[in-house]
């Protein structure tokens, strides 16, 4: 009887993980530099699908041999999270929100959550299709287009809902990406969740998501506002770079200095936004207050060979999952972005954000 009292308090020390985004089948294929073109896209980038994108979902699946893989940057997060917590025997400590289709590609959403141990409470919609994201696989480096499809239809009646308020009550740490800034419904849930963590003082962690949410004014401005309730703000170096451009911090000539400067945002938080940047192979930068820390990505823990590598689809939403995972049993800033490093390590040896089983892991 006693090591069972014992578990149950391990348990209940684990906090409970809330992501709300935008979720997303990913439909994965490895192309030519002519599919990358004919499309407008590049490596390393993600874009929302115009009209012209249209064709590319039905066409792909024609031309290419294509995965269906469940995705979405935060539902990604959410499960990576969820996986090392499982693998901790922590039990089931992760909930996600968003808004899906009643169909094919919703069911199989819901089927991959509940084999994951992820809590759902989706908004389904009768009108629109499920989300999906055409992931295009170039040299291992990856361009997302997607289109949000009944994503963007999320609306705040569903967060309202006793289930999901529940659920809120019950998080201590939220997660966003900046992805559901760009609908309606998103962006004011994104709000919800930073007023109820700040009457709360319970922990907002936020994602840049990609270049155009930084470049965009209605989608820059709702982010930094985001930001003022969040302790930590993930980026890669790229949207780093955007975001240092278009807020005119011409001072900021590397990635440290920029991550620095995050760190300087607006802020209602008690010690102010942790920026945590990573950059791919290279070292990732936790930035807190005037304090830089440099964590080295090669050897802790993973020393990757360039034939190991599959796809980066899901390497940034891995790291953010790892670090998650640590943050909710309290660990220390190291040991959260060792596990984030370990986490992308495994993603990108695998298509798409899969999580393998853990004693496959080497």
Not at 73 to 87: D, E, F, G, H, K
């Amino acid at each position: 009887h006693h090591s069972h009292q014992s578990t149950d308090t391990k348990m209940s020390t684990t906090k409970k993980i809330l992501g709300f985004g935008n979720p997303l089948l990913d439909i994965s294929a490895t192309v030519e530099q002519s599919v990358l073109d004919e499309w407008g896209a590049q490596l390393n980038n993600a874009i929302l699908a115009e009209d012209k994108h249209k064709p590319l979902y039905a066409k792909l699946a024609e031309t290419h041999a294509v995965d269906f893989i469940a995705g979405g940057a935060t539902l990604n997060a959410i499960r990576v999270a969820q996986w090392i917590l499982s693998s901790a025997d922590k039990g089931e400590c992760t909930t996600f929100v968003g808004c899906i289709g009643k169909d094919a590609f919703g069911a199989k959403m819901k089927e991959q959550l509940s084999r994951d141990k992820v809590g759902n409470l989706f908004l389904e919609t009768d009108d629109t299709p499920t989300g999906t994201c055409a992931v295009l696989v170039k040299d291992n480096e990856r361009s997302l287009i997607a289109n949000l499809a009944s994503a963007e239809k999320y609306a705040t009646t569903h967060f309202e809902s006793e289930a999901v308020q529940a659920a809120v009550k019950a998080a201590d740490i939220f997660y966003m990406a900046g992805f559901p800034l760009t609908h309606e419904g998103g962006a004011a849930t994104v709000a919800a969740i930073c007023k109820h963590a700040a009457e709360t003082k319970k922990t907002v962690c936020m994602n840049v998501s990609a270049p155009f949410i930084a470049m965009v004014p209605p989608f820059r401005a709702a982010l930094l506002e985001a930001f003022k309730y969040c302790t930590y703000a993930f980026c890669n170096e790229s949207e780093a770079e955007q975001l240092a451009k278009e807020l005119g911090w011409t001072e900021c000539t590397d990635t440290k200095a920029i991550a620095l400067k995050m760190a300087t945002l607006p802020s209602e938080v008690p010690g102010g936004l942790t920026a945590v940047v990573t950059q791919g192979a290279e070292a990732t930068l936790v930035a807190k207050g005037g304090n830089l820390s440099t964590y080295e990505v090669k050897g802790n823990p993973w020393t990757l060979e360039k034939a190991q590598l599959v796809d980066t689809n899901g390497a940034g939403d891995a790291f953010v999952g790892g670090f998650l995972s640590q943050l909710a049993i309290g660990a220390d800033e190291a040991l959260c972005v060792r596990m984030g490093h370990f986490a992308a390590g495994t993603i990108i040896q695998q298509s798409g954000c899969t999580c393998p089983a853990m004693d496959s892991v080497s």
